[in-house]
């Protein structure tokens, strides 16, 4: 079983950055990937970003060119630097790991003030 837990969700103000970090516990040889996904009230949760194992990474065209995922050298942690936050950034993130099976942090939250 895996366990992915969040963290380094806070207050930013707009313009400037975050960095949250997902750390894995348990099997994370049955994860293939990792991923940070947000949700706003009331919407979807929609993809902010993708990483396999390979190093391959996919991200939303909102977040493109501001957001940066990455993974730990170990690969049981995986990284969202946020740079130039906006007021529609604000919502909660969550860490997504998946594979043969697909695992999800319980979330952290992210406040941009303006």
């Known amino acids: 079983q895996v366990q992915l837990v969040e963290s380094g969700g806070g207050l930013v103000q707009a313009g400037g950055s975050l960095r949250l970090s997902c750390a894995a516990s348990g099997s994370i040889f049955s994860i293939n990937a990792m991923g940070w996904y947000r949700q706003a009230p009331g919407k979807q949760r929609e993809l902010v970003a993708t990483?396999?194992?390979?190093?391959?990474?996919n991200y939303a065209d909102s977040v493109k060119g501001r957001f940066t995922i990455s993974r730990g050298n170990a690969k049981n942690t995986a990284y969202l630097q946020m740079n130039s936050l906006k007021p529609e950034d604000a919502v909660v993130y969550y860490c997504?790991?998946?594979?043969?099976?697909?695992?999800w942090g319980q979330g952290t939250q992210v406040t941009v003030s303006s």
């Open positions: 997504r790991g998946y594979g043969a099976r697909d695992y």
């Open positions: 990483i396999t194992n390979s190093g391959s990474t």
